[in-house]
């Protein structure tokens, strides 16, 4: 029988796969390949873990509460938790609290975002934002080499396939047609986002200056995230933290789930046969 559109494209994916895994060649070219793909996926391994070990690596202790001003309680309690995990203790030996300290600050998403969205201590958002942007990038754990190899062994491994570079490999399997094209796409949205986005910083700054702020006039990217949520509250009286009792986990899931069930006819079950 012949086959139907989507049993074609489905076999047309599957063979261009098979192509990018090196099927097509043959002898020393194959077994070039085959090595490459061995070391590339070893070093993208190793980029990950060191961008984890840096993450886990990085803390900080704070002992004075008006340092973290402006951060809501539910993250000091992250914060004090990280603490006592590590062993800190308050001067007189209790253990880690909210309300008293000491705070263990972090680069995971958890203890990071709060920082820099709510901390009114310009410098510890300077502080914590240049560590997660600087993860791995020096010592042991630096990526810069691994990076510089990955890249021309990618570069190779396109080659190898008859592709240009390994941006055209990458696209040969997407919606794309070409490099150019891509290129073409992000230049029309940095037209028409620019502008939008020069306004929403003039916005931001108008904020800072409302506020007597002193960075309304050098503003840097630690304080974005602060300044948009003082002005998400300023304009639509809304709190991020304010909205998190009414969104618990259990709610949220039976909620997307239920969609999922409206929407294409899924019914999601929990793997341990609970509700």
């Keep these: ?56 690596g990085w803390t900080l202790l704070i002992q004075s509460a008006e340092e973290l001003k402006g ?17 800190d203790q308050q001067q007189d030996g209790k253990e880690p609290s909210a309300e008293e300290g000491p705070w263990r600050l972090g680069l995971d998403m958890p203890r990071y975002l709060p920082v820099l969205t709510h901390a009114d201590n310009r410098n510890l958002r300077e502080t914590v934002y240049r560590a997660q942007v600087s993860r791995a990038s020096s010592g042991e754990l630096d ?49 028409a986002a620019m502008p ?11 904020c800072a200056r409302r506020h007597g702020a002193t960075e309304a006039d050098d503003f840097s990217p630690w304080d974005v995230s602060y300044w948009a949520e003082k002005l998400r509250q300023e304009r639509f009286n ?21 969609l999922c069930e409206r929407l294409f006819s899924i019914k999601i079950e929990s793997a341990d046969g609970e509700a």
């Design 71 to 87: 951060i809501p309680e539910r993250a000091l309690q992250a914060l004090a938790a990280a603490a006592k995990e590590e062993g």
């Design 143 to 191: 990526n810069t080499p691994l990076i510089a190899e990955i890249l021309e062994l990618r570069t190779h491994q396109a080659a190898r396939l008859g592709y240009q570079n390994w941006a055209e490999q990458s696209l040969a399997s997407k919606m794309a047609d070409n490099v150019e094209a891509v290129e073409k796409l992000l230049e029309e949205l940095r037209v």
């Design 1 to 56: 029988h012949p086959l139907d559109s989507t049993q074609i494209r489905i076999l047309d994916d599957e063979l261009l796969s098979m192509r990018h895994r090196g099927v097509g060649l043959r002898g020393d070219d194959q077994e070039s390949f085959n090595k490459a793909s061995e070391l590339l996926a070893s070093l993208s391994t190793r980029f990950s873990n060191h961008v984890l070990d840096a993450t886990k």
């Design 238 to 258: 809304l709190n991020q933290e304010a909205l998190r009792p009414w969104f618990p986990l259990p709610q949220v899931l039976d909620g997307l789930f239920n």
């Design 196 to 206: 939008v986005a020069q306004q929403e910083m003039d916005e931001l700054r108008d």
